[in-house]
């Protein structure tokens, strides 16, 4: 039987989510390297803070996020009235492509950029534009060839998911100054906490002094607080403005507003975690190396290996599930031969680098 609902165009063309799996039957044990966790978990007073709202479930959050957007503030050195505060920051996503983007306009994204670009373009009636990227690298000058008097939103994941490769602030600073003038560049640090480049703030500074860059953040990663759903955006006063127009007014929950305040100003307990993944990081890319695999310099809290064939990669995703690991392939970022491993404890990754490489020496 046909009928006459439909929904706005665009929304059709959105393929639907298909979550990573965070558990395998018949295993004793899962190590799960799928979703770029935190495994040393949040900090603890953040936990604390979070219990501590359990007496006050029946009242609503502060739908200002007044408390946590002085914390942001004070810890990056920012004005609170320039941050927004959602449920996730592909909320602040979402919400950016809801106000600038729409049917007849584009949004540019890069080839191996973060799937959510795409989708709310789309969710918003407006027009993906993917840009080539150079050896997984995101391409500055492909994209300000690509930008047009429609295009309405850049968007850079810096570091990027899933490759793990940066962009310099040089050049993010060139494609700001390079953009249209009815451009918003948007900057995704989703992963920004853990850069270790003396003087990287994730486009922060930029953004302090422009009318058309914003940067999202997130608490699901370093700070370990994915279950939670929280994140946030920095950009100048118009856009903010535009944005709490539009977002639910109780859009953050209490325990999140609070577990979220604790853990951004826990400063000591976010640097323990940075340092720690960055030790098994780049202990992890040197092995990979090692054993004849083939991975980038990585900046974020993820090694993406990169195998012969897809086939390649997929028969070593199952030496690993056989071992218990569950790792993430990639093949939705056009990437079929490799497979993205989060940075997890010792034992971990040391249990990924042995399953690999006993791959490899049956491979050979």
């Avoid at 063309?13 to 965070?22: N, R």
């Avoid at 799960?32 to 006050?56: C, H, I, Q, V, Y």
């Avoid at 990663?221 to 944005?243: E, M, S």
Wanted: hydrophobic letters at 40%; aromatic letters at 6%.
């Amino acid at each position: 039987m046909t009928h006459a609902i439909r929904p706005q165009p665009g929304i059709l063309d959105i393929d639907l989510y298909v979550p990573g799996d965070s558990s395998l039957a018949g295993a004793n044990r899962t190590i799960k390297l799928s979703a770029n966790e935190n495994p040393l978990g949040p900090s603890p007073r953040a936990t604390e803070a979070f219990r501590a709202e359990a007496d006050g479930l029946a009242t609503y959050p502060d739908g200002g996020h007044t408390r946590l957007r002085t914390a942001i503030g004070e810890v990056f050195d920012l004005d609170p009235a320039r941050i927004i505060c959602g449920n996730g920051s592909g909320d602040v996503i979402a919400l950016l492509c809801q106000a600038y983007a729409g049917p007849g306009d584009e949004v540019i994204y890069s080839r191996h950029g973060f799937a959510l670009y795409r989708i709310d373009a789309l969710a918003s009636g407006a027009t993906p534009v993917e840009v080539p990227e150079q050896e997984r690298q995101t391409d500055i000058d492909a994209i300000l060839a690509a930008a047009t008097e429609r295009t309405r939103i850049v968007f850079i994941a810096n570091p990027n998911n899933p490759t793990g490769t940066m962009v310099s602030g040089a050049e993010i600073a060139r494609l700001a100054e390079g953009l249209p003038a009815e451009t918003l560049l948007v900057l995704d640090g989703a992963y920004a906490e853990y850069v270790r480049t003396p003087g990287f703030d994730g486009g922060l500074a930029l953004a302090r002094g422009r009318e058309d860059v914003v940067v999202t953040r997130t608490f699901s990663k370093i700070y370990g607080l994915g279950g939670l759903r929280i994140g946030w955006g920095y950009g100048p006063q118009h856009v903010i403005d535009t944005l709490n127009r539009i977002r639910g007014p109780f859009n953050v929950s209490a325990p999140a507003l609070a577990a979220a305040e604790a853990a951004v100003r826990d400063v000591e307990y976010t640097e323990h975690c940075a340092v720690q993944n960055e030790v098994w990081r780049d202990w992890m890319v040197k092995e990979v190396r090692r054993i004849g695999l083939a991975t980038d310099e990585t900046f974020a809290n993820f090694v993406t290996v990169r195998f012969t064939s897809p086939d390649a990669a997929k028969a070593a995703d199952a030496a690993l599930r056989a071992r218990g690991v569950i790792v993430r392939g990639v093949a939705g970022y056009h990437m079929p031969e490799a497979l993205r491993i989060t940075v997890g404890e010792e034992s971990a990754c040391r249990l990924v680098i042995e399953v690999l490489s006993r791959f490899m020496d049956a491979s050979r």
